[in-house]
Nanobody
């Protein structure tokens, strides 16, 4: 059974930092692309960041570029999202996703597996 479990969410003030982790189980993930998406209240799910199987290629939404960093540790089947300089508009439920391909993409419909999500709240 494939499972993605996020951790690391919480509440911080503007300018603070959080690191999210997504641990995968149930199959080999070292050759799978992974991504982070978020959904704010009343809004559509939006792409945040993605990373290819090796970690050498990454993509970011313009809104988080320069503040967020996606990385992975294939030995631990874990993908991370380091979030710095957080803003109130970053408040959302953050979910990780995995796809059965090596290349990272930004479209949520092209991901095959999803975690339950973790809440991130940034107060002003």
């Amino acid at each position: 059974q494939v499972q993605l479990v996020e951790s690391g969410g919480g509440s911080v003030q503007t300018g603070g930092s959080l690191r999210l982790a997504c641990t995968a189980s149930g199959r080999t993930w070292s050759n799978k692309a992974m991504g982070w998406f978020r959904r704010a209240p009343g809004k559509e799910r939006e792409f945040v960041a993605a990373i290819n199987w090796s970690g050498q290629t990454t993509y970011y939404a313009d809104s988080v570029k320069g503040r967020f960093t996606i990385s992975r540790d294939n030995a631990k089947n874990t993908v991370y999202l380091q979030m710095n300089s957080l803003k109130p508009e970053d408040t959302a439920v953050y979910s990780c996703a995995g796809r059965s391909e090596i290349m990272a993409v930004t479209t949520p419909g092209r991901y095959d597996y999803w975690g339950q999500g973790t809440q991130v709240t940034v107060s002003s």
